[in-house]
């Protein structure tokens, strides 16, 4: 399984500047490559493979070119194809696509050092030091272990819009390593979770809790303000450039945030749960209109259980996504669907006559569902009515945050 790890980088004055020295030479590689790409006739081009053997005679041309690591020279010629692939990707998806551009220094941040030229040294503590050829040693705030078991098949040393530096490193675990996941026939209705994506910033499980979803009135109610600042200011001017680095912090703090959280609520469910059923994202996106905040709530879900899902295989856990297609109308007991407008919170089925919470009855469909996705069948002697808890618990985002950090600290996943 690949996987990556980020982590925010404290390179001193001098390494800083040695950095943005290197990523612009790879920047002028890049578009070098772009130019003998559509200019050079040869057989040795056309592919990264190939295009790498051109590399000797670029470092004879152009003495630049071997000032930076040589691997990574490869890299940033793989790049090139790779947002090539991409394009024709979208080209065939019929998109309507340009072609590939000469990047300037604003837009190419980043370099990659592959397979060899690195080191992550000193990772004891709560600092690690990345030691990078022809660079030299950078610290960084090492917050989550790479896990034993873990092989780092390259990093990216990225400089971001609001001038801190990053490294990510490219992570792979062997399939063999990876904890085996219950057998489904040794699943026990106990140990599994539906869960409703709620609308109203909260998920809600099958087994009664409400998580909250983290409040970032204060966050966004800042963004907005600096947005606003900076629609006054004047394009390309000093205090211009000052303000939308400042929108940029705002940004950056918000997503840290909430993917902090997400790491830990994902954690948490993985590590409660055999099986975890969350309901089919695109789908759901396709049954409720769709405005700005919905949308900004659908990338965030869909962060989620991304997370979620690359978490089950670390840990260990079944993760399966069910069709989202009417687990609100559906009576959990008898299937019947009735229509209920976004503000009737309860669920009173007219044909059977039970009743619950609104969210509790989509989250038990969606477990339900779950279940027969599994290949299981809903246990007989576990009626919903009883397999339902009778009063909600709410779960405080801080107690997911305390359950999930111990086991954070021994081996998580992903980035920031
Ligand atoms: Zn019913």
Known sequence: MEYSHRYPAYPTQQVA??????????????NYTLYEYENVDGDDIGSAYKHHYRLPGWKDEFPVFSEVNSKALQRTVTRFYQNLDGLSEQKQNSRKVGKLKWKSPREFQSMTYSQSGFELKNTSGRRATLWLSKIGDIPIRYHREIPDKATIKEVVIKKQTTGEWSVSFGLETDDADLPEKPSVDSIDTSDTVGIDLGILNYIHTSDGKTVDWLNLEDEY???????????????????????????????????????????????????EYDAVFVEDLDVKEMLEQSHNARNKQDAAWRQFITLLEYKAELYGTHVVEVEAAGTTKACASCGVETAKPIWVREHSCPSCGFECDRDANAAMNVLQRGFSELGLGWPEDTPVETA????TRSVSAKRVIEAGSPTLNEATPVAE
């Not at 040695?18 to 030479?25: A, N, Q």
């Not at 629609?231 to 303000?243: A, D, F, I, L, M």
């Not at 339902?388 to 009063?391: E, I």
């Open 221 to 271: 109610d800042r963004l907005r303000r600096e947005q606003r600042k900076l629609s006054r200011k004047e394009k390309g001017s000093n205090s211009y450039e000052k303000q939308r680095l400042k929108v940029a912090n705002v940004t950056r703090h918000i997503r840290r945030k909430v993917l902090d959280y997400q790491h830990k609520l994902t954690t948490w469910l993985v590590l």
């Open 388 to 391: 339902l808890p009778t009063d």
């Open 17 to 30: 500047e040695r950095l943005e020295y290197h990523i612009d030479v790879h920047r002028q590689a890049y």
